[in-house]
């Protein structure tokens, strides 16, 4: 499934154009290496996302090219989530 697309259908972007404006500017990586919006996502394959002050690292669990609203949380599991705090500069994190 295409980067842009799984970004939508699993609800980390609100729309496909957001996922590809995302990937566009570099700021979505697979496995470690930048991501184009045409991408593959496969099963098990580490995303991670930069979204201004917070970087999300996601495992894909499951592909799917329509899900509700209540599933869609069901197709990823957060690995890893950072937010940089901008009075400080300091780092928070959240493992999982």
Known sequence: ????????VARI??????GKEL?????????GRK?????EVKEGDLVTIFF?????TIR??????????SDAALMFEIIEE??????NFEESERNI
């Open 60 to 69: 894909v669990l499951k592909l799917a090219k329509q899900v509700s609203k």
């Open 23 to 31: 990937a566009d500017n570099d700021r979505v990586l697979i496995n």
């Open 35 to 39: 991501a184009k919006p045409s991408s």
């Open 13 to 18: 972007s609100k729309r496909r154009a957001v």
């Open 52 to 56: 201004g002050q917070r970087e999300l």
């Open 1 to 8: 499934m295409r980067l842009d697309k799984y970004l939508k």
């Open 82 to 87: 950072k937010v940089k705090n901008e009075d």
